[in-house]
């Protein structure tokens, strides 16, 4: 879907949905706040990422409660519930057990690795890859874990600054599908605004990319350091802070292989809710792709 004012209107709402995912829905204010009323706001929502806005929060509560349950294992389960904007513990239990068909406390003890194998599948590896249409093979193929300590022996832990993207927002979209319609937006880059080969791009995802559907994907994928001409494309600030980065170069790597052979061995280190994983991807003098994977962490 090509962005629109409507579009950027609805991309800055859902924004404010995911920095006040804790409180009271107040879709009044939330229309408002797009210029729409509250029927044609929810009506509008729906079309764009096929979920009402009171459904789609309540799901991205659950994914929020979900990723705090496998990361922050020291915060109790009532804690987590409130701060995902749970009335009370019964809700949060009931809804818990709908959504990802075991209790928390299962999913705390180990359950979320068969859901994200299971449910999610091998589709969410891969979003983060903007291969070229005519070379997919490298989306298609399944998941092969890392022999250990390779990947982990690769990563640094670094500050990143706060960087201003211009950005398309994608719903729904994962694997090749997303890959084709990045690969797009940096031809649109390169044809419209007259980017370098060598621009770098970075694709953004909010949640943990693990425990989230195809259907309910929510992606971004922008450009930062020159004059786009298209006005309806979203402007966002990447948040600085400590990421753990991954360089890759002529391949491809996924965050999972990050979780599985790093940050679940880190002492030091666990993954910060609050911040966005993000990708960085350009082209070397050669064509090939370049850039790092980062994960947004703080100390224990």
Same mark, same amino acid.
Request: aromatic share 12%; glycine share 8%; proline share 7%.
């Given at each position: ?29 939330? @229309?408002? *706040?797009?210029?729409?009323? +509250? /029927?044609?706001? =929810? #009506? ?132 090749? @599908?997303? *890959?084709?319609?990045?690969? +797009? /937006?940096?031809? =649109? #880059? ?111």
């Amino acid at each position: 879907m090509k962005p629109t004012s409507r579009t950027s209107r609805l991309c800055e709402v859902m924004d404010l949905m995911l920095d006040s995912v804790g409180d009271p829905l107040a879709l009044e204010s939330l @229309a408002a *706040s797009a210029s729409y009323s +509250s /029927f044609h706001f =929810d #009506r509008i929502f729906r079309e764009l990422t096929g979920f009402s806005a009171v459904e789609y929060q309540r799901k991205r509560r659950l994914r929020r409660a979900a990723h705090l349950l496998r990361h922050e294992p020291d915060v109790p389960v009532g804690r987590i519930a409130q701060d995902c904007g749970f009335p009370s513990n019964a809700a949060f239990a009931k809804a818990f057990k709908q959504q990802f068909a075991m209790s928390a406390k299962s999913w705390r003890d180990g359950g979320w690795r068969s859901y994200m194998d299971q449910q999610v599948g091998r589709e969410s590896d891969v979003s983060f890859f903007v291969a070229e249409p005519g070379n997919l093979d490298v989306i298609l193929a399944p998941y092969s874990a890392p022999a250990p300590g390779t990947v982990a022996a690769q990563i640094s832990v670094r500050v990143l600054p706060a960087l201003s993207l211009r950005y398309q927002r994608f719903f729904g979209q994962s694997g090749a @599908a997303l *890959s084709i319609a990045c690969n +797009s /937006f940096i031809q =649109d #880059r390169e044809t419209t605004d007259g980017a370098p080969a060598a621009t770098p791009y970075y694709g953004v995802f909010d949640e943990d990319p693990g425990f989230t559907g195809e259907r309910e994907y929510c992606y971004d994928f922008g450009v930062a350091g020159i004059d786009v001409a298209d006005p309806n494309l979203g402007l966002r600030t990447l948040p600085a802070g400590d990421y753990a980065t991954l360089p890759f170069h002529g391949e491809w790597p996924r965050f999972r292989s990050m979780y599985e052979d790093w940050l679940e061995h880190q002492a030091l280190w666990r993954l910060d809710s609050t911040r966005p994983h993000i990708q960085m991807v350009q082209r070397d003098p050669t064509g090939q792709w370049q850039g790092w994977l980062a994960l947004p962490v703080k100390k224990r």
